[in-house]
Every structure is written in C-alpha cells, then in structure tokens.
C-alpha cells in the first residue's frame, strides 16, 4: 500500500497544505492534484458536484498525482466512511462530531479489527496491492480527523481529543462562528475564535494528535499554522474559478476602457 502523503509529513514533524474539491470533477480534482497539494478533499457534505459515483471517479484522477484523496463524509455514519475509504480515499474528515463518544465511533469505522470495527470488502483501494497489503497497512494509513464546529465540541475538545482511532481534530470556522455568535466574515481575526484555536491546538498536543483548521486562504492558513496547526486548506475549486473569471472579466472591461472602447 502506498503511503499516505500526509502522515509522512506529521512522522517528520511538518504541516500539509490541502486543496479543497467541491465541483466533484475529476478532470478538475486531477488539475488540483498536480498543482503539489499534499491532501485534496472531495467535499461529500456540502459539494454540490460530489457524490457516490463523482467520488470513485475523482479518488481515480488523484490517483495520478501526489496527493492524497480525502473525503469529508455528509455525517458520521459508518457506511459513508466505509464506502469512501473502499473507494480508495485516504481518510475522511467527519462533520458535526460533538463528544468524544461520537469521535469513537468515527475512528473506530476507519480502522479493521481487531482495533476497530471497519469491514473487510472488495475494495477498490486494494488493487493496487492486494487485499492481504492492504488490510495489514490500511489501520496506519488512514486518517480520520473529526471536526470541531460547534461550542459543545469546543467544550469538549480535551476528551474528543483522546478518541481512539482519530488522528486528528478539524476545526470548521464557519459552523463554529455561528454557534459562538461571531461574524462569517470576521472569525480569523476574532479574539474568541483565535482562542479557541490555541486552546484546540493545546487539546490535539496533549493527547497526541492532529490539530487541523479549515482556512480561509493562503495567508489565513499561513497564520494559523504559526500557531500550531499541522494542516490548512488554502484554496477550493469552485472559489478559485470564480475568482479566477471574474478577475479576467474585470481586466478585460479595463482594458477595453484603456482604449476608449465601448463595453456593455
């Protein structure tokens, strides 16, 4: 079995940087692949674009680059964490995980008996190597970060933390705003919500794991892992062509003005 990009760069003690794919395309999630991000996630929750089928037929595009597939499963059922590592996903991200209770049973669904209760199929991930590699490397391989989002998972990150079989915590800023009472727009430079990333950052450290955030983008990110986090998403699919257009939209009616030219 192949190693898992991301886990590589936590044995070593660096942070990965993550692309976020919510069109469920895979020519495009293949076009992100390439770019050098470490981990791309197919975004299974809230992507429009992304299900069942997209999902197997991304997982394949990303497969041709050197980034490792993740998906952020709609919720933290065992059967959509199954099917997303069967398809050949690296790991998941689970949503909306408020107890360390619900972070159990998360971690335990990513990994084979006898440290878990993940069943056995006809994988697709295996091919590569074989069932039997597989199955012997899988539990070390894969990853499962579960997401603080809410203040009861705040209030409860120390044991969240300590679940077994999760690798790491995932701050989502947009969720987690919401439920404080702070503004979408204004979380990465809200005192509360900084001081609920140290204190998340503090909970992972202790107890050996991951402490991972969501981002806002490139300088966002950057910020956030001065202050501890081991892995940021810095730019989506869907964000990044409309920004893309529209900038090209705007240089063109500049241009056109340049020229004394008519436009709409």
Request: proline share 5%; aromatic share 6%; with cysteine.
């Amino acid at each position: 079995m192949k190693p898992n990009r991301v886990k590589e760069l936590w044995r070593q003690g660096k942070p990965a940087v993550m692309g976020w794919c919510s069109s469920g395309n895979p020519y495009i999630a293949e076009v992100m692949g390439h770019a050098g991000y470490d981990a791309l996630t197919l975004d299974w929750q809230h992507g429009i674009g992304v299900s069942h089928s997209s999902i197997v037929s991304c997982i394949q595009a990303i497969g041709n680059t050197g980034a490792a597939p993740l998906v952020r499963v709609p919720k933290n059922e065992p059967d959509y964490i199954s099917y997303a590592l069967d398809a050949g996903a690296y790991g998941v991200i689970v949503p909306m995980v408020n107890s360390k209770e619900e972070a159990e049973a998360a971690g335990l669904a990513c990994r084979y008996a006898p440290v878990g209760n993940r069943s056995v199929g006809g994988s697709r991930a295996a091919l590569a190597s074989g069932m039997e590699d597989y199955v012997k490397h899988a539990n070390e391989e894969m990853l499962c970060l579960v997401m603080i989002e809410t203040v009861a998972a705040l209030e409860s990150v120390e044991e969240i933390a300590k679940a077994p079989g999760i690798d790491g915590l995932y701050v989502g800023p947009s969720d987690l705003s919401l439920d404080m009472g702070m503004s979408l727009s204004g979380w990465a430079e809200d005192e509360r919500h900084l001081a609920a990333c140290r204190r998340i950052v503090e909970a992972g450290r202790k107890a050996g794991v991951a402490p991972c955030h969501h981002g806002a983008g490139p300088a966002e990110s950057a910020k956030l892992m001065e202050m501890g986090f081991m892995m940021c998403q810095i730019a989506s699919d869907v964000r990044t062509i409309a920004s893309a257009t529209a900038s090209g939209l705007r240089a063109f009616e500049e241009a056109m003005k340049e020229k004394g030219l008519p436009f709409r």
